[in-house]
C-alpha cells in the first residue's frame, strides 16, 4: 500500500525559512515523479515545485523560483522542499504528491498525480 505523509509545516515570519518533508512507501517502481502542490485560502490548489524520478531535473512556479528548492534523497522515498524568504502570499496548505512518472510535465496539474499526502499548513505572518 502506496503511502504519503508530509511534515514540517508551521508558523513563520515574513522573510523566513522552512523545510517541508514527505516520506513515501509501498511504490514497487523508483520511476516516480514527486511534486509539491499548495492551496492557499478561497483558491485553487497550485503547483509549487516537482522533479523527477532521478532527482535531477527540477521544475518551479514562478512564484517560488529562486526561493524554493525541491530534491530527492539516494533513495527516492524522501522528498524535501526547502523554502526561503517566505511571503505572506505562501500562506497555504502544501502537499505532496507522487506519479508514475518519468519526469514532470512542463506544467504539472494535479490531475497527473494520483498519490497525496494529508498536508502541513505554512502559515507565513508577523
Known amino acids: 500500500q502506496v503511502q504519503v505523509v508530509e511534515s514540517g509545516g508551521g508558523l513563520v515570519q515574513p522573510g523566513g525559512s522552512l523545510t517541508l518533508s514527505c516520506r513515501t512507501s509501498g511504490f514497487r517502481s523508483d520511476r516516480v515523479a514527486m511534486a509539491w502542490f499548495r492551496r492557499p485560502p478561497g483558491r485553487e490548489r497550485e503547483g509549487v515545485a516537482c522533479?523527477?524520478?532521478?532527482?535531477?531535473?527540477?521544475w518551479y512556479s514562478k512564484s517560488v523560483k529562486d526561493r524554493f528548492a525541491i530534491s530527492k534523497d539516494a533513495a527516492g522515498a524522501t522528498l524535501l522542499l526547502r523554502m526561503h524568504d517566505l511571503k505572506s502570499d505562501d500562506t497555504a496548505m502544501y502537499y505532496c504528491?507522487?506519479?508514475?512518472?518519468?519526469?514532470?510535465?512542463?506544467?504539472?496539474?494535479?490531475?497527473?498525480?494520483?498519490?497525496w499526502g494529508q498536508g502541513t499548513q505554512v502559515t507565513v505572518s508577523s
Open positions: 504528491a507522487a506519479a508514475f512518472l518519468g519526469s514532470c510535465s512542463d506544467f504539472p496539474q494535479p490531475a497527473e498525480f494520483g498519490y
Open positions: 522533479i523527477n524520478w532521478a532527482g535531477t531535473i527540477p
